[in-house]
């Protein structure tokens, strides 16, 4: 859907997709390569019965339009589409750079792998990319980044009649889950990303039966990463809740090996790094005077609360990066996924300007 429209705009000089199932279109055929991404999968709207509109019509209500995926985040696929033509209808020039604009897929269930792909895979590398997820409009530069730890740990089994001739994992495993707790409160903070956090997310346990001791437990942890946090000291500080507890256990980051729509499998470790752009850094202020020059007013400057595609763009590859999108962080994922239909047309407006503003910017400060 998204192609053909890509194509009825007759903006583009290029359309295809690649092997992972990521959706690419190019205008222009300068020497800077610049990239717009928003991911287009979304995840699911639980129970249909809590929506105030159908969460598949796209309403339009209110100054919005209402949907699963409206927020978080499609909303910014049309902005980029018609970007480009309002770049051709203003015969801005394309001599210095091509723009792509990147719809990837599978963020919600693995953020960054399909950049992954695009960088390792497709060789692509471009000199900046624009995050669209969810900004409210502001410009943001960076966010925590995030883990996946799981944590498995063995017992002993006996009928449930006698629990004193084995070894619970489960009642194991729950002095090992006060400790991950625990272990949340003395997480480090810092001023501009906020607190590292780490919370159970998942928990479950094999046993012969239901009259059974179990003999294993597993917990998934959900590990949100602040300044300084990296996978090595992620995983030390949980082997040492688990020392606490008087447990042991086997403590791994998970790894991540799901087909993507296309069938391919692309594994990786779901480690997914903290980034953080500086306030002057060419990007983040061609993305200001963007602003500036468009609406007459100050941006807001600052950072994601969720993830983003980012993790990997910038936290893995280092491709400088900066965001801006339609709709705020707090509809993502709920049954009010919304956006505003004027945020639609100014983010239009903002990825047919900010190329030719960065360049400038580039230009002058070279």
Known sequence: RIAAEMRSTKAFDRVWTDGFGNLFGQVGKGPRAIAIDAHVDTVGVGDRSEWKHDPYAGRVASGRVWGRGAGDQEGAVAPMVYAARIIRDLNIPLDEYSLYMVFTVQEEDCDGLCWQYIVREDGFRPEVVVVTDSTDCRILRGQRGRMEIGVTVKGRSCHGSMPHKGDNAVHKMAR????????????????????????????????????????????????????????????????????????????????????????????????FPTWV????????????????????????????????????????????????????????????????????VQCAAFYAAFPSVYCDMKRRTN
Request: with cysteine.
């Open 176 to 271: 090992v889950v006060s400790e991950i707790e625990a272990l949340n409160g003395r997480l480090a903070e810092d001023p501009f990303l906020g607190k590292g956090t780490v919370t159970v997310t998942y928990i479950n346990c094999k046993t012969p039966s239901l009259c059974a001791v179990p003999d294993e437990a597993f917990i998934h942890l959900d590990r949100r990463l602040t300044a300084g946090e990296t996978e090595a000291s992620a995983l030390r500080e949980v082997r040492d809740a688990v020392r606490r507890a008087g447990v042991k256990a086997r403590v791994e980051t998970r790894t991540y090996e799901r087909p993507s729509y296309t069938g391919l499998v692309y594994p990786t470790r779901s480690y």
């Open 277 to 344: 752009e500086r306030e002057d850094a060419p990007q983040v202020q061609a993305a200001a005077v963007t602003y500036r020059e468009l609406f007459r007013r100050r941006p807001r400057i600052g950072r994601w609360t969720f993830s983003t595609n980012g993790v990997s763009i910038n936290g893995m590859f280092g491709i400088p990066c900066v965001g801006f999108g339609p709709a705020e962080e707090s509809v993502a994922h709920t049954v009010n996924d919304s956006v505003a239909i004027e945020q639609l």
